[in-house]
Structures are given as C-alpha cells and as structure tokens.
C-alpha cells in the first residue's frame, strides 16, 4: 500500500460515521460492574445502524455491565493521538473491567513511526495499569478490516501481546481474523463492520470472554 493510499485510509477510517452519536455511551439499567472500553472505531461502532449494535454494547448487554465508552474514531496508540488523553478519561471512571482495542489504525503510520508505536503501547498501557490497581484488564489483538494483511499488522499485535504479557493482563488472541474472508459483514464504506460484523465481534468475543472465567449472565 503506498503511502498516499495510506493516508486516504485513514482519513476515511477516522471520519466515516461522523452521523453517529458522541463517543460516549453509557447502558444505565445496568447494575453490573463498570466497563471501559479503549478503542478505535472498531470499538465505537462505526458502521453499525445504531451504537446499540457495536459488539461493546452487545457484550455489557448480555452481561449487565455498566459500559463506559469513549473511543474515537481513526484513533491509534500514535495515529491521530494528537492531544486526545482516552487513557485519562478511562482512569477517571474507576472502572472495574478495561478493554484495550487499539493498534488498528497504527498500521497506516507503520515503520515511519514503528519506534514511537512500540513505546507508546507501553507508555499507554503502564499507565493505565499503574493508576488501576484493582481494575482487571482485557488487552484484545487489534482488529483489522481486509483479508490482505501487511506485515505490521502482525508487528503490532506482537508488541501488544508483549506489553499485555508484561503487566499479566488478560489477552484475547485472534481478533485481527474475526470478520477476515466475509465481505457480507461489512457496511457501505468497505472499511468498517455492519450491524451482523458487529454481531459476530459480540459472539467472538462473548466465546473469548467465557474462555477467561468471565461467564455470560
């Protein structure tokens, strides 16, 4: 992919959905525990018909947790970091889960800022967990949105794997491959899931999350 084709990517990943309500997404008839989400649009729900439909908010459905969401779209641990402080937001929440979904759209600034990628998943994550004691987190391999797979797709989900291992949070492997080979699952713009992607992100990660003792209610 050259660079130029890159950059359109990204600006496509980062303002596709712009209709969709604010970032922020609580589910208040919940009772459960808080739920933070860290993540891209992958994890905001662009795509999808309604925020409703992202798998964030399947999942805190199905599993009465209190969701707390702030992600962005064409956000990456480097790209578009610009002054945007996700990482404090969470913090603020004292929430007791935290799922990082992030390094999708790294892919676009990758190698020019291969060293910088590397060192801020670290920074990033030492800093949530550090300020979050109590707080159990679920670091999940960073999505990816065609069956062509550059190889710093591969890179990145290796350093995230590392830090996740470092700090003795819980990963979930796979998830780069979860909508791969099924264009059916994809909305109007080929960049982002529909509402049945979203809905097989849900089922994926509901399977991964029962897998780490987190049972369905």
């Not at 950059?7 to 209709?19: K, M, S, T």
């Not at 604010?22 to 905001?44: I, N, Q, R, W």
């Not at 929440?93 to 800022?113: A, K, Q, R």
Request: charged letters at 20%; a negative charge.
């Amino acid at each position: 992919m050259t660079h130029v084709s890159k950059n359109r990517v990204l600006a496509a990943l980062a303002f596709v959905g712009a209709a969709l309500l604010g970032g922020c997404s609580a589910v208040p008839e919940s009772t459960g525990p808080k739920v933070a989400f860290y993540g891209d649009s992958y994890t905001l729900g662009t795509g999808a018909a309604d925020q409703a439909n992202r798998w964030s908010s399947v999942v805190s459905r199905a599993r009465n947790w209190q969701e707390f969401n702030p992600s962005v779209n064409g956000l990456g641990f480097v790209t578009n970091r610009g002054s945007l402080d996700l990482p404090g937001l969470v913090i603020a929440e004292e929430p007791d889960i935290v799922f990082i979904t992030m390094g999708l759209n790294d892919n676009f600034s990758y190698p020019e800022e291969s060293d910088d990628i590397h060192a801020q998943i670290d920074t990033d994550i030492d800093r949530l967990v550090g300020a979050l004691p109590d707080t159990r987190f679920i670091i999940v391999e960073p999505f990816w949105y065609t069956d062509y797979r550059p190889e710093s797709v591969d890179v990145i989900s290796g350093w995230v794997k590392e830090a996740a291992e470092r700090v003795g949070a819980d990963y979930i492997a796979g998830a780069s491959r979860w909508i791969e080979g099924h264009p059916e699952w994809m909305a109007s713009d080929g960049l982002h899931p529909n509402d049945d992607g979203y809905a097989e992100m849900a089922r994926r990660m509901d399977d991964a999350l029962t897998e780490l003792g987190l049972p369905a209610n």
